[in-house]
């Protein structure tokens, strides 16, 4: 194989990978033991003091793969290993952009995008933070999307209620 296509494989299978590890860590870390480093990142923005949240801690930890995978990769023959560290850091990005800034706007580089997908991603993340606790929380992820997300919140909220019907 070309190491160039190899190098690519490798990248592409890290960035999608840090979906489902985002996914897992989100659940399960974020949303469990290390619940209140993220806490205040479910509160309103009236609540909070400053600039920085407890929860962009979590950038640093997810720093450290990345960091390691270059060194490693550079300083060792399996160069392929670096890759992974560029795979990372381009999801790491990937998030930034979505999460932080058209999100959360805590920066104002692009005003609104405006397609079925963006707005999935929106309305699964304000599903997410309709819960301020760390329980019974939904869509944990950034980019893969459940599909009652591409369609508005009032016909998912029927089907809930159709749902509870049943079960009574």
Do not use: C
């Not at 023959?77 to 999100?103: A, E, K, M, R």
């Amino acid at each position: 194989m070309a190491p160039w296509l190899l190098y690519t494989l490798v990248t592409l299978a890290a960035y999608v990978g840090m979906e489902f590890m985002a996914w897992f860590t989100h659940k399960f870390v974020m949303h469990g033991i290390l619940w209140n480093w993220h806490e205040d990142h479910h509160q309103p923005k009236h609540h909070k003091h400053g600039f920085f949240e407890k929860n962009d801690r979590f950038f640093l930890v997810f720093a450290i793969p990345s960091a390691f995978s270059y060194m490693f990769g550079s300083m060792t023959p399996h160069f392929w290993v670096f890759f992974i560290g560029v795979g990372i850091s381009l999801y790491g990005l990937t998030y930034f952009l979505i999460h932080d800034v058209y999100i959360h706007r805590r920066f104002s580089w692009f005003k609104q995008l405006d397609s079925t997908y963006s707005r999935a991603i929106l309305r699964a993340h304000g599903a997410h933070h309709a819960k301020q606790e760390k329980e019974e929380g939904e869509s944990f992820g950034l980019l893969v999307v459940h599909p009652k997300f591409f369609r508005k919140r009032s016909s998912w909220k029927k089907e809930a209620k159709v749902a509870e019907t049943r079960e009574a």
